[in-house]
Protein backbone atom coordinates (compact mmCIF):
# COMPACT_ATOMS: atom_id res chain seq x y z
CA UNK A 1 0.00 0.00 0.00
CA UNK A 2 1.41 3.86 -0.94
CA UNK A 3 1.92 5.97 1.96
CA UNK A 4 0.52 8.44 -0.14
CA UNK A 5 -2.73 6.40 -1.23
CA UNK A 6 -6.16 8.00 -0.34
CA UNK A 7 -7.83 7.16 2.75
CA UNK A 8 -11.31 5.65 2.22
CA UNK A 9 -13.67 4.54 4.68
CA UNK A 10 -16.56 2.76 4.25
CA UNK A 11 -19.94 2.56 6.35
CA UNK A 12 -21.17 -0.43 6.42
CA UNK A 13 -20.00 -4.19 5.34
CA UNK A 14 -23.01 -5.40 3.36
CA UNK A 15 -22.53 -7.07 -0.42
CA UNK A 16 -21.88 -3.44 -1.57
CA UNK A 17 -19.46 -2.16 0.81
CA UNK A 18 -17.29 -5.91 0.12
CA UNK A 19 -17.38 -5.28 -3.66
CA UNK A 20 -16.52 -1.79 -3.59
CA UNK A 21 -14.12 -2.20 -0.79
CA UNK A 22 -12.24 -4.71 -3.02
CA UNK A 23 -12.36 -2.62 -6.12
CA UNK A 24 -11.12 0.68 -4.19
CA UNK A 25 -8.27 -1.07 -2.73
CA UNK A 26 -7.29 -3.01 -6.16
CA UNK A 27 -7.08 0.86 -7.83
CA UNK A 28 -5.04 1.67 -4.93
CA UNK A 29 -6.99 3.97 -2.19
CA UNK A 30 -6.31 3.23 1.57
CA UNK A 31 -10.05 1.26 1.99
CA UNK A 32 -11.30 1.09 5.92
CA UNK A 33 -14.35 -0.59 6.51
CA UNK A 34 -16.24 -0.18 9.50
CA UNK A 35 -19.28 -2.36 10.63
CA UNK A 36 -21.77 -2.29 13.59
CA UNK A 37 -21.98 -5.94 13.05
CA UNK A 38 -19.62 -8.83 14.03
CA UNK A 39 -19.05 -9.55 10.95
CA UNK A 40 -19.73 -9.08 7.04
CA UNK A 41 -22.76 -9.20 5.17
CA UNK A 42 -25.64 -6.43 6.45
CA UNK A 43 -28.50 -7.77 4.66
CA UNK A 44 -27.34 -11.08 3.30
CA UNK A 45 -26.46 -12.35 7.39
CA UNK A 46 -26.98 -15.73 8.93
CA UNK A 47 -28.63 -17.27 11.75
CA UNK A 48 -27.04 -20.58 13.51
CA UNK A 49 -29.16 -22.36 15.86
CA UNK A 50 -28.44 -25.90 17.39
CA UNK A 51 -26.74 -26.92 14.37
CA UNK A 52 -29.50 -25.32 12.00
CA UNK A 53 -27.55 -22.52 9.75
CA UNK A 54 -30.55 -20.08 8.00
CA UNK A 55 -29.83 -17.40 5.47
CA UNK A 56 -31.70 -14.15 6.84
CA UNK A 57 -31.24 -12.28 3.55
CA UNK A 58 -31.13 -13.15 -0.07
CA UNK A 59 -31.57 -16.98 -0.58
CA UNK A 60 -30.54 -17.52 -4.28
CA UNK A 61 -27.99 -16.16 -6.78
CA UNK A 62 -29.42 -14.76 -10.02
CA UNK A 63 -27.12 -13.37 -12.77
CA UNK A 64 -23.74 -15.17 -11.62
CA UNK A 65 -21.87 -13.39 -14.70
CA UNK A 66 -21.96 -10.28 -12.47
CA UNK A 67 -20.52 -12.38 -9.51
CA UNK A 68 -17.81 -13.40 -11.81
CA UNK A 69 -17.18 -9.95 -13.12
CA UNK A 70 -16.53 -8.55 -9.49
CA UNK A 71 -14.15 -10.99 -8.79
CA UNK A 72 -12.65 -10.83 -12.10
CA UNK A 73 -12.31 -6.82 -11.73
CA UNK A 74 -9.62 -6.91 -9.03
CA UNK A 75 -7.40 -10.08 -10.83
CA UNK A 76 -8.88 -12.78 -8.84
CA UNK A 77 -11.10 -16.24 -9.61
CA UNK A 78 -14.81 -16.66 -8.30
CA UNK A 79 -14.16 -20.29 -8.00
CA UNK A 80 -10.76 -20.07 -6.19
CA UNK A 81 -13.16 -18.37 -3.60
CA UNK A 82 -16.86 -19.58 -4.09
CA UNK A 83 -18.21 -23.04 -5.03
CA UNK A 84 -21.98 -22.50 -6.74
CA UNK A 85 -24.23 -25.01 -7.13
CA UNK A 86 -27.22 -24.91 -9.71
CA UNK A 87 -30.53 -25.29 -8.55
CA UNK A 88 -32.96 -27.61 -10.73
CA UNK A 89 -35.70 -27.19 -10.72
CA UNK A 90 -35.63 -23.91 -10.05
CA UNK A 91 -39.16 -23.89 -7.77
CA UNK A 92 -42.44 -25.43 -7.30
CA UNK A 93 -45.44 -22.60 -7.01
CA UNK A 94 -48.73 -23.99 -5.38
CA UNK A 95 -51.57 -22.21 -6.06
CA UNK A 96 -55.32 -22.05 -3.83
CA UNK A 97 -57.02 -24.52 -6.43
CA UNK A 98 -54.75 -27.13 -5.35
CA UNK A 99 -52.67 -27.29 -8.62
CA UNK A 100 -48.93 -26.70 -8.84
CA UNK A 101 -46.28 -25.95 -11.36
CA UNK A 102 -42.87 -26.66 -11.73
CA UNK A 103 -40.27 -24.34 -13.42
CA UNK A 104 -36.80 -25.49 -14.90
CA UNK A 105 -33.95 -24.25 -17.05
CA UNK A 106 -34.55 -27.54 -18.91
CA UNK A 107 -37.05 -26.56 -22.16
CA UNK A 108 -38.62 -29.62 -23.02
CA UNK A 109 -39.76 -30.00 -18.87
CA UNK A 110 -41.08 -26.42 -18.79
CA UNK A 111 -42.88 -27.01 -22.26
CA UNK A 112 -44.66 -29.97 -20.57
CA UNK A 113 -45.40 -27.99 -17.45
CA UNK A 114 -47.03 -25.12 -19.48
CA UNK A 115 -48.92 -27.16 -21.95
CA UNK A 116 -50.51 -28.63 -18.37
CA UNK A 117 -51.66 -25.66 -17.30
CA UNK A 118 -52.46 -23.73 -20.51
CA UNK A 119 -52.33 -25.46 -23.86
CA UNK A 120 -50.47 -23.58 -26.91
CA UNK A 121 -48.48 -21.57 -24.37
CA UNK A 122 -45.40 -23.24 -25.04
CA UNK A 123 -44.63 -21.27 -28.31
CA UNK A 124 -45.83 -17.92 -26.82
CA UNK A 125 -43.57 -19.31 -23.60
CA UNK A 126 -40.48 -18.64 -25.92
CA UNK A 127 -41.33 -15.32 -27.26
CA UNK A 128 -41.21 -14.16 -23.63
CA UNK A 129 -37.34 -15.72 -23.07
CA UNK A 130 -36.47 -13.93 -26.45
CA UNK A 131 -38.02 -10.15 -25.30
CA UNK A 132 -36.08 -11.15 -21.47
CA UNK A 133 -33.02 -11.49 -23.25
CA UNK A 134 -32.86 -8.32 -24.74
CA UNK A 135 -34.04 -6.79 -21.61
CA UNK A 136 -31.48 -8.67 -19.83
CA UNK A 137 -28.85 -7.27 -22.03
CA UNK A 138 -30.04 -4.11 -23.15
CA UNK A 139 -30.35 -2.96 -19.53
CA UNK A 140 -26.74 -4.52 -18.52
CA UNK A 141 -25.27 -2.59 -20.87
CA UNK A 142 -27.42 0.79 -21.54
CA UNK A 143 -29.01 1.52 -18.41
CA UNK A 144 -28.37 -0.46 -14.83
CA UNK A 145 -24.34 -0.83 -15.76
CA UNK A 146 -23.20 2.82 -16.27
CA UNK A 147 -23.47 6.40 -14.24
CA UNK A 148 -25.58 8.99 -15.76
CA UNK A 149 -24.69 12.35 -14.82
CA UNK A 150 -28.12 13.83 -15.82
CA UNK A 151 -31.72 12.41 -16.75
CA UNK A 152 -30.92 14.00 -20.59
CA UNK A 153 -28.14 11.21 -20.72
CA UNK A 154 -30.63 8.91 -20.12
CA UNK A 155 -32.79 10.51 -22.65
CA UNK A 156 -31.11 10.56 -25.80
CA UNK A 157 -32.91 9.13 -29.02
CA UNK A 158 -30.50 5.86 -28.70
CA UNK A 159 -31.79 5.17 -25.16
CA UNK A 160 -35.47 6.24 -26.00
CA UNK A 161 -35.12 3.49 -28.62
CA UNK A 162 -33.71 0.75 -26.52
CA UNK A 163 -36.29 1.55 -23.46
CA UNK A 164 -39.16 1.41 -26.29
CA UNK A 165 -37.96 -2.02 -27.43
CA UNK A 166 -37.74 -3.56 -23.85
CA UNK A 167 -40.87 -1.97 -23.42
CA UNK A 168 -39.75 -0.10 -20.05
CA UNK A 169 -42.59 2.20 -20.27
CA UNK A 170 -45.53 -0.65 -19.42
CA UNK A 171 -45.62 -2.42 -16.32
CA UNK A 172 -44.72 -6.23 -15.56
CA UNK A 173 -47.92 -7.78 -15.38
CA UNK A 174 -49.74 -5.97 -18.19
CA UNK A 175 -46.80 -7.02 -20.26
CA UNK A 176 -46.68 -10.84 -18.96
CA UNK A 177 -50.54 -10.63 -19.67
CA UNK A 178 -49.72 -10.49 -23.65
CA UNK A 179 -48.07 -14.00 -23.03
CA UNK A 180 -50.47 -15.84 -21.41
CA UNK A 181 -54.55 -16.17 -20.54
CA UNK A 182 -54.34 -18.09 -17.60
CA UNK A 183 -54.03 -16.10 -14.19
CA UNK A 184 -51.86 -18.80 -12.60
CA UNK A 185 -49.27 -18.66 -15.43
CA UNK A 186 -49.37 -14.83 -15.18
CA UNK A 187 -48.50 -15.10 -11.59
CA UNK A 188 -45.45 -17.60 -11.87
CA UNK A 189 -43.70 -15.28 -14.21
CA UNK A 190 -44.55 -11.89 -12.28
CA UNK A 191 -44.16 -12.55 -8.85
CA UNK A 192 -40.64 -12.44 -9.49
CA UNK A 193 -40.67 -8.31 -8.79
CA UNK A 194 -40.93 -8.99 -5.40
CA UNK A 195 -37.23 -9.85 -5.33
CA UNK A 196 -37.52 -6.26 -5.23
CA UNK A 197 -40.47 -5.56 -3.02
CA UNK A 198 -42.53 -4.10 -5.72
CA UNK A 199 -46.02 -5.24 -7.48
CA UNK A 200 -45.60 -6.21 -10.70
CA UNK A 201 -48.94 -3.90 -11.20
CA UNK A 202 -46.13 -1.12 -10.87
CA UNK A 203 -42.55 -2.51 -11.81
CA UNK A 204 -41.74 -1.97 -15.45
CA UNK A 205 -41.92 -4.04 -17.77
CA UNK A 206 -38.15 -4.24 -18.38
CA UNK A 207 -37.64 -6.70 -14.93
CA UNK A 208 -39.09 -9.29 -17.28
CA UNK A 209 -35.64 -9.75 -17.32
CA UNK A 210 -36.09 -11.52 -13.75
CA UNK A 211 -37.85 -14.06 -14.79
CA UNK A 212 -35.50 -14.45 -18.11
CA UNK A 213 -32.60 -14.68 -16.08
CA UNK A 214 -34.38 -17.70 -13.92
CA UNK A 215 -34.91 -19.73 -16.54
CA UNK A 216 -32.40 -18.82 -18.89
CA UNK A 217 -29.05 -18.75 -16.95
CA UNK A 218 -30.40 -20.28 -13.31
CA UNK A 219 -30.66 -20.18 -10.08
CA UNK A 220 -27.64 -20.67 -8.29
CA UNK A 221 -26.51 -21.06 -4.32
CA UNK A 222 -23.32 -21.21 -2.69
CA UNK A 223 -21.91 -24.23 -1.02
CA UNK A 224 -22.27 -23.18 2.62
CA UNK A 225 -25.05 -20.86 2.20
CA UNK A 226 -25.40 -17.07 0.80
CA UNK A 227 -22.99 -15.82 3.58
CA UNK A 228 -20.02 -17.50 1.65
CA UNK A 229 -20.39 -14.52 -0.81
CA UNK A 230 -19.69 -11.84 1.63
CA UNK A 231 -16.84 -14.02 3.47
CA UNK A 232 -15.52 -14.80 -0.33
CA UNK A 233 -15.84 -10.69 -0.69
CA UNK A 234 -14.23 -9.93 2.93
CA UNK A 235 -11.15 -12.31 1.63
CA UNK A 236 -10.61 -10.76 -1.41
CA UNK A 237 -10.86 -7.17 -0.40
CA UNK A 238 -8.11 -8.08 2.95
CA UNK A 239 -5.76 -9.93 0.22
CA UNK A 240 -6.22 -6.84 -1.72
CA UNK A 241 -5.14 -4.38 1.60
CA UNK A 242 -8.25 -3.36 2.89
CA UNK A 243 -8.84 -3.69 6.45
CA UNK A 244 -12.11 -4.68 8.47
CA UNK A 245 -12.96 -2.96 11.53
CA UNK A 246 -16.62 -4.80 12.95
CA UNK A 247 -18.66 -3.89 16.53
CA UNK A 248 -17.66 -0.57 15.07
CA UNK A 249 -21.07 2.04 14.84
CA UNK A 250 -20.94 5.02 13.21
CA UNK A 251 -22.73 7.83 14.57
CA UNK A 252 -21.96 10.52 12.42
CA UNK A 253 -20.26 11.63 9.01
CA UNK A 254 -17.80 14.47 9.79
CA UNK A 255 -17.58 17.48 7.86
CA UNK A 256 -15.47 20.55 7.53
CA UNK A 257 -16.25 23.45 5.23
CA UNK A 258 -18.71 21.36 3.24
CA UNK A 259 -16.33 18.05 3.05
CA UNK A 260 -16.21 15.28 4.58
CA UNK A 261 -13.23 14.49 6.28
CA UNK A 262 -14.30 11.07 8.30
CA UNK A 263 -16.66 9.59 10.28
CA UNK A 264 -17.63 9.75 14.17
CA UNK A 265 -17.77 6.57 16.03
CA UNK A 266 -20.64 5.70 18.57
CA UNK A 267 -18.05 6.27 21.55
CA UNK A 268 -16.93 9.33 20.12
CA UNK A 269 -13.49 8.77 18.34
CA UNK A 270 -13.04 10.14 14.78
CA UNK A 271 -11.65 8.04 11.74
CA UNK A 272 -10.15 10.32 9.41
CA UNK A 273 -10.90 9.77 5.89
CA UNK A 274 -10.35 11.52 2.02
CA UNK A 275 -13.29 10.23 0.72
CA UNK A 276 -16.70 8.13 2.61
CA UNK A 277 -18.63 5.70 1.04
CA UNK A 278 -21.55 5.11 3.13
CA UNK A 279 -23.04 1.59 2.46
CA UNK A 280 -25.38 2.32 4.96
CA UNK A 281 -29.92 2.29 4.02
CA UNK A 282 -29.22 5.34 2.13
CA UNK A 283 -32.56 7.30 3.19
CA UNK A 284 -31.65 6.38 6.46
CA UNK A 285 -28.19 7.77 6.35
CA UNK A 286 -29.39 11.01 5.34
CA UNK A 287 -31.82 10.92 8.22
CA UNK A 288 -29.44 10.16 10.93
CA UNK A 289 -25.46 10.49 10.02
CA UNK A 290 -25.65 13.54 7.87
CA UNK A 291 -25.96 16.98 9.01
CA UNK A 292 -29.10 18.29 6.63
CA UNK A 293 -27.73 21.80 6.72
CA UNK A 294 -24.93 20.03 4.30
CA UNK A 295 -27.03 18.11 2.25
CA UNK A 296 -30.47 16.95 1.99
CA UNK A 297 -32.05 13.51 0.31
CA UNK A 298 -34.41 15.45 -2.44
CA UNK A 299 -38.19 15.00 -2.54
CA UNK A 300 -37.56 12.61 0.28
CA UNK A 301 -41.39 12.97 1.22
CA UNK A 302 -42.65 11.88 -2.19
CA UNK A 303 -39.85 8.62 -2.24
CA UNK A 304 -41.79 5.43 -2.33
CA UNK A 305 -40.43 2.19 -0.58
CA UNK A 306 -40.46 -1.43 -1.25
CA UNK A 307 -42.47 -3.79 0.97
CA UNK A 308 -41.42 -5.14 4.06
CA UNK A 309 -41.57 -9.25 4.82
CA UNK A 310 -42.36 -11.29 7.91
CA UNK A 311 -40.01 -13.82 8.30
CA UNK A 312 -39.72 -17.52 10.05
CA UNK A 313 -37.03 -19.68 10.16
CA UNK A 314 -37.83 -22.99 11.45
CA UNK A 315 -35.69 -25.87 12.39
CA UNK A 316 -37.53 -28.93 12.07
CA UNK A 317 -36.64 -32.64 13.27
CA UNK A 318 -36.99 -34.53 9.96
CA UNK A 319 -36.42 -34.11 6.03
CA UNK A 320 -39.84 -32.05 4.21
CA UNK A 321 -38.47 -34.06 1.07
CA UNK A 322 -42.18 -32.69 -0.84
CA UNK A 323 -40.55 -29.24 -0.87
CA UNK A 324 -37.68 -28.17 -3.17
CA UNK A 325 -34.93 -26.16 -2.29
CA UNK A 326 -37.27 -23.31 -3.68
CA UNK A 327 -41.07 -23.41 -2.90
CA UNK A 328 -44.01 -20.46 -3.68
CA UNK A 329 -47.12 -20.52 -2.42
CA UNK A 330 -49.96 -18.36 -3.73
CA UNK A 331 -52.93 -16.82 -1.72
CA UNK A 332 -56.28 -17.06 -3.42
CA UNK A 333 -55.92 -13.39 -4.36
CA UNK A 334 -53.35 -12.08 -6.28
CA UNK A 335 -53.97 -8.55 -7.39
CA UNK A 336 -55.62 -7.82 -4.00
CA UNK A 337 -52.46 -8.90 -2.23
CA UNK A 338 -50.58 -6.24 -3.48
CA UNK A 339 -53.34 -3.63 -3.32
CA UNK A 340 -53.25 -5.25 0.66
CA UNK A 341 -49.71 -4.48 1.16
CA UNK A 342 -48.54 -1.43 -1.11
CA UNK A 343 -52.03 0.37 -0.98
CA UNK A 344 -54.40 -0.52 1.92
CA UNK A 345 -50.64 -1.01 3.98
CA UNK A 346 -52.66 -4.42 5.76
CA UNK A 347 -51.50 -8.11 5.88
CA UNK A 348 -53.59 -10.15 2.90
CA UNK A 349 -56.33 -11.75 4.98
CA UNK A 350 -54.46 -14.74 2.75
CA UNK A 351 -51.07 -14.21 1.91
CA UNK A 352 -48.68 -15.76 -0.82
CA UNK A 353 -45.52 -16.40 0.54
CA UNK A 354 -41.82 -18.23 0.02
CA UNK A 355 -40.48 -21.10 1.05
CA UNK A 356 -36.44 -21.85 1.38
CA UNK A 357 -35.30 -25.19 2.54
CA UNK A 358 -31.35 -25.01 1.51
CA UNK A 359 -30.34 -27.94 3.30
CA UNK A 360 -31.71 -29.92 0.23
CA UNK A 361 -28.72 -29.01 -2.11
CA UNK A 362 -26.17 -28.47 0.85
CA UNK A 363 -26.79 -30.66 3.79
CA UNK A 364 -24.33 -29.31 5.82
CA UNK A 365 -26.91 -26.58 6.85
CA UNK A 366 -28.76 -28.98 9.16
CA UNK A 367 -28.29 -31.48 11.45
CA UNK A 368 -28.37 -34.95 9.94
CA UNK A 369 -31.69 -36.21 9.16
CA UNK A 370 -33.20 -32.98 9.89
CA UNK A 371 -34.19 -29.81 7.97
CA UNK A 372 -34.25 -26.09 8.20
CA UNK A 373 -36.80 -23.88 6.40
CA UNK A 374 -37.15 -20.05 5.86
CA UNK A 375 -40.48 -18.66 5.47
CA UNK A 376 -40.80 -14.96 3.70
CA UNK A 377 -43.98 -13.43 3.90
CA UNK A 378 -44.40 -10.11 1.36
CA UNK A 379 -45.44 -7.58 3.81
CA UNK A 380 -46.20 -3.71 4.59
CA UNK A 381 -43.67 -1.26 5.72
CA UNK A 382 -43.84 0.38 8.94
CA UNK A 383 -45.40 3.13 7.98
CA UNK A 384 -48.61 0.62 8.28
CA UNK A 385 -48.66 1.34 12.22
CA UNK A 386 -48.98 -2.46 12.45
CA UNK A 387 -48.25 -4.13 16.02
CA UNK A 388 -46.42 -6.87 15.30
CA UNK A 389 -46.67 -8.29 18.56
CA UNK A 390 -50.49 -9.20 17.51
CA UNK A 391 -49.99 -9.59 13.58
CA UNK A 392 -46.70 -11.79 14.04
CA UNK A 393 -48.31 -14.73 15.83
CA UNK A 394 -51.38 -14.45 13.79
CA UNK A 395 -49.42 -14.67 10.35
CA UNK A 396 -47.19 -17.84 11.77
CA UNK A 397 -50.68 -19.30 12.24
CA UNK A 398 -51.85 -18.88 8.68
CA UNK A 399 -48.05 -20.15 7.50
CA UNK A 400 -48.06 -23.24 8.98
CA UNK A 401 -51.92 -24.57 8.47
CA UNK A 402 -51.06 -23.68 5.14
CA UNK A 403 -47.91 -25.35 4.52
CA UNK A 404 -49.82 -28.29 6.61
CA UNK A 405 -52.25 -28.17 3.81
CA UNK A 406 -49.22 -28.73 1.12
CA UNK A 407 -48.08 -31.99 2.91
CA UNK A 408 -46.47 -30.91 5.95
CA UNK A 409 -49.41 -31.33 8.48
CA UNK A 410 -47.13 -32.23 11.71
CA UNK A 411 -44.72 -29.34 11.24
CA UNK A 412 -45.67 -27.68 14.66
CA UNK A 413 -44.91 -31.10 16.51
CA UNK A 414 -41.74 -31.31 14.42
CA UNK A 415 -40.52 -27.84 15.14
CA UNK A 416 -37.28 -27.56 16.92
CA UNK A 417 -36.04 -24.53 16.38
CA UNK A 418 -38.35 -21.10 15.90
CA UNK A 419 -37.38 -17.16 15.31
CA UNK A 420 -39.23 -14.89 13.56
CA UNK A 421 -38.20 -11.04 12.19
CA UNK A 422 -40.95 -8.42 11.54
CA UNK A 423 -40.31 -5.21 9.76
CA UNK A 424 -39.68 -3.51 13.48
CA UNK A 425 -36.45 -5.56 13.28
CA UNK A 426 -35.33 -4.49 9.93
CA UNK A 427 -35.99 -0.96 11.19
CA UNK A 428 -33.88 -1.53 14.61
CA UNK A 429 -31.48 -4.44 14.10
CA UNK A 430 -30.57 -3.03 10.54
CA UNK A 431 -31.42 0.30 10.16
CA UNK A 432 -33.69 0.03 7.34
CA UNK A 433 -35.93 3.22 6.97
CA UNK A 434 -39.30 2.64 7.62
CA UNK A 435 -38.23 -1.29 7.96
CA UNK A 436 -38.11 -1.48 4.02
CA UNK A 437 -36.47 -4.72 3.50
CA UNK A 438 -35.22 -3.55 -0.06
CA UNK A 439 -34.79 -0.08 0.37
CA UNK A 440 -36.25 2.28 -1.72
CA UNK A 441 -38.77 1.18 -4.35
CA UNK A 442 -38.15 0.61 -8.44
CA UNK A 443 -41.36 2.59 -9.77
CA UNK A 444 -40.50 4.73 -13.15
CA UNK A 445 -39.26 7.10 -11.74
CA UNK A 446 -37.02 6.03 -9.12
CA UNK A 447 -34.69 4.02 -11.69
CA UNK A 448 -31.74 5.21 -13.58
CA UNK A 449 -31.11 9.29 -12.96
CA UNK A 450 -34.12 9.26 -10.94
CA UNK A 451 -32.79 6.94 -8.70
CA UNK A 452 -30.84 8.88 -5.59
CA UNK A 453 -27.33 9.39 -6.73
CA UNK A 454 -24.04 7.26 -5.49
CA UNK A 455 -22.30 10.74 -5.29
CA UNK A 456 -24.06 13.36 -2.98
CA UNK A 457 -24.50 16.38 -4.97
CA UNK A 458 -23.41 19.04 -1.90
CA UNK A 459 -20.75 16.83 -0.36
CA UNK A 460 -18.27 16.58 -3.15
CA UNK A 461 -16.23 13.43 -1.51
CA UNK A 462 -19.36 11.71 0.06
CA UNK A 463 -21.05 8.81 -1.76
CA UNK A 464 -22.96 5.94 -1.91
CA UNK A 465 -23.29 2.37 -2.41
CA UNK A 466 -26.02 -0.26 -2.06
CA UNK A 467 -29.72 -1.21 -2.66
CA UNK A 468 -31.22 2.20 -2.68
CA UNK A 469 -28.71 4.20 -4.95
CA UNK A 470 -28.36 3.56 -8.33
CA UNK A 471 -28.97 0.93 -10.02
CA UNK A 472 -30.73 -0.59 -7.44
CA UNK A 473 -31.80 -3.78 -4.89
CA UNK A 474 -31.04 -7.19 -5.47
CA UNK A 475 -27.36 -8.94 -5.10
CA UNK A 476 -26.40 -8.21 -8.86
CA UNK A 477 -28.10 -4.60 -9.02
CA UNK A 478 -25.73 -3.85 -5.56
CA UNK A 479 -22.56 -5.79 -6.40
CA UNK A 480 -23.23 -3.24 -10.44
CA UNK A 481 -23.57 -0.41 -7.70
CA UNK A 482 -20.41 -1.51 -6.22
CA UNK A 483 -18.70 -1.05 -9.79
CA UNK A 484 -20.86 2.58 -10.83
CA UNK A 485 -19.17 4.32 -7.43
CA UNK A 486 -15.66 2.32 -7.77
CA UNK A 487 -15.62 3.78 -11.40
CA UNK A 488 -16.80 7.40 -10.18
CA UNK A 489 -14.38 7.50 -6.98
CA UNK A 490 -11.34 6.24 -9.62
CA UNK A 491 -12.46 8.55 -12.24
CA UNK A 492 -12.60 11.37 -9.58
CA UNK A 493 -9.80 10.81 -7.37
CA UNK A 494 -7.09 9.17 -10.31
CA UNK A 495 -5.17 13.02 -9.68
CA UNK A 496 -5.79 13.82 -6.07
CA UNK A 497 -3.95 10.75 -3.90
CA UNK A 498 -2.92 12.77 -1.04
CA UNK A 499 -3.28 11.09 2.43
CA UNK A 500 -5.76 12.04 5.28
CA UNK A 501 -4.27 14.44 7.86
CA UNK A 502 -1.24 15.56 5.46
CA UNK A 503 0.08 19.38 6.08
CA UNK A 504 -0.91 20.55 2.49
CA UNK A 505 -3.29 18.88 0.58
CA UNK A 506 -6.09 19.73 -2.10
CA UNK A 507 -9.33 19.12 -1.76
CA UNK A 508 -10.38 15.82 -1.54
CA UNK A 509 -12.13 14.68 -5.10
CA UNK A 510 -13.48 17.94 -6.19
CA UNK A 511 -16.77 17.43 -8.42
Not at 91 to 105: A, I, K, N, Q, V
Not at 132 to 155: A, C, I, K, P, W
Request: charge should be neutral; proline fraction near 7%.
Amino acid sequence: MSKTAQKIVIIGAGIGGLAAAARLAHQGFDVEVLEKGSGPGGRCGRLQVDGFTFDTGPTLLLMPAVLEETFASVGKKLSDYLTLERCDPNYRMHFRDGSDLTFSTELSQMGRELERIEPGSFGRFLEFLALGEDQYRTSLDHFVGRNFESRMEMFTPANLKHALRIKAHKTMYAQMSRFFKDDRLRAALTFQTMYLGISPYESPAVYGLLPYAELAVGIWFPRGGMLAVPRALERVATELGATFRYREEVDQVVLEGGKATGVRLRGGAVVKADLVLCNADLPWAYKNLIDPAASELKNVEKLKYTSSAFMMYLGVNKPYPQLLHHNIVFGGDYPGSFRDIFKHKRVPADPSFYVNAPAHTDPSLAPPGKDCLYVLVPVPDRTAGLDWKVEGPALREKILDRLGELGCPNLRADLEVERSFTPDDYALELNLERGAAFGLSHNFFQVGPFRPKNQDPNISNLFFVGASTQPGTGLPMVMLSAKLVAERIGALGASRRTPAGAATRSDPVAA
